[in-house]
C-alpha cells in the first residue's frame, strides 16, 4: 500500500504518535475475549417498552401475529442461548434481563406464558408527581429549562423562568397526565413547546432581549389545552 506523506504541525504529529504507539500496546485479541467473557458473565439487557408487543387487552380476533411472533423471537435469548454477534458467539445464560413498559393498554399477564415466566420480579413504579416534575425541569445538565435557555442566547435573547413558572408547568404535567395517558416526563416536553411556540416564532421580527415566563403566562397559553383534555372524556 503506497503511504501517503502529509505535513503536521509538531503538536499534531505528537498526538498521532500517541495513537500509534497506544494502539501497538493494546493487543485487541485480548480485548475481545474480555469483553466477551464479562458480557456473557456480568452482561445486562434491558428491554424497553417491552408493553408494545403485548396481545392488546379486549383483542378478539386470535392471537396477534405480528405481536407473538416478537415475543417467540425474544424467548430464547432470555432463557439462554448462543446469539453471533462481530466479535463472535455470546452466552446469554448468565446475562441479566430487565424489561419494562407503561401497560397502558396491556397488561403483563397478556405476554405469552413462557416470556411471563422469564421474568418473575415485577415493580410498579410510582407515577411522578409535580416536586419530580420540578426538579426534571431545573436539576440535569441537559434539564428543558436550561436547553430553551441556550437556544434562545444562540439569537440573542435571555430568557428568565420564574419559579412559580415552573412549577405551574410541572403542575399541568402531573394533572395532564392523571387525566390522560400517563406519558411521564415526556409531557414536560409538549408542554413546553406550547408555552414557548409563539414567542420563539416571534423572536426574529422583535427586538426584545429579555423575557420572563410567569404562572400568569403559563396559565393562559395552556388553559385551551387543559379545556380540550376535559372534554376528551366525554366524546365517544
Known amino acids: 500500500k503506497k503511504k501517503k506523506m502529509r505535513k503536521l504541525s509538531v503538536a499534531e504529529a505528537r498526538r498521532y504518535l500517541k ?22 458473565n456480568s452482561g445486562i439487557i434491558f428491554v424497553d417498552e417491552i408493553d408494545k408487543i403485548a396481545d392488546r387487552e379486549g383483542h378478539t380476533g386470535g392471537p396477534d401475529v405480528s405481536r407473538e411472533g416478537v415475543q417467540r423471537d425474544i424467548l430464547p435469548i432470555v432463557e439462554g442461548s448462543n446469539v453471533s454477534t462481530k ?8 446475562v441479566l434481563f430487565i424489561a419494562a413498559g407503561a401497560f397502558h393498554s396491556t397488561k403483563p399477564s397478556d405476554l405469552i406464558p413462557e416470556l411471563q415466566g422469564r421474568f418473575p420480579i415485577r415493580v410498579e413504579l410510582d407515577s411522578l408527581t409535580e416536586g419530580d416534575f420540578v426538579r426534571i425541569l431545573l436539576e440535569p445538565k441537559n434539564a428543558l429549562v436550561k436547553q430553551y435557555s441556550a437556544l434562545l442566547e444562540t439569537e440573542g435573547v435571555t430568557i428568565i423562568f420564574e419559579q412559580s413558572a415552573v412549577e405551574e408547568i410541572a403542575k399541568m404535567a402531573a394533572q395532564l397526565n392523571e387525566s390522560g395517558e400517563n406519558i411521564g416526563a415526556r409531557r414536560l416536553h409538549t408542554i413546553m ?15 426584545t432581549k429579555k423575557i420572563k415566563i410567569t404562572r400568569a403566562l403559563v396559565q393562559r397559553t395552556l388553559k385551551e389545552i387543559i379545556e380540550d383534555e376535559d372534554l376528551r372524556k366525554y366524546i365517544l
Open 87 to 94: 466479535y463472535g458467539m455470546v452466552r446469554t445464560d448468565h
Open 19 to 40: 495513537q500509534e504507539e497506544a494502539a501497538r500496546l493494546i493487543d485487541m485479541d485480548e480485548v475481545v475475549l474480555e469483553a466477551l467473557e464479562r458480557a456473557e
Open 193 to 207: 413547546s406550547t408555552v414557548l411556540e409563539d414567542i420563539m416564532f416571534d423572536i426574529p421580527e422583535t427586538k
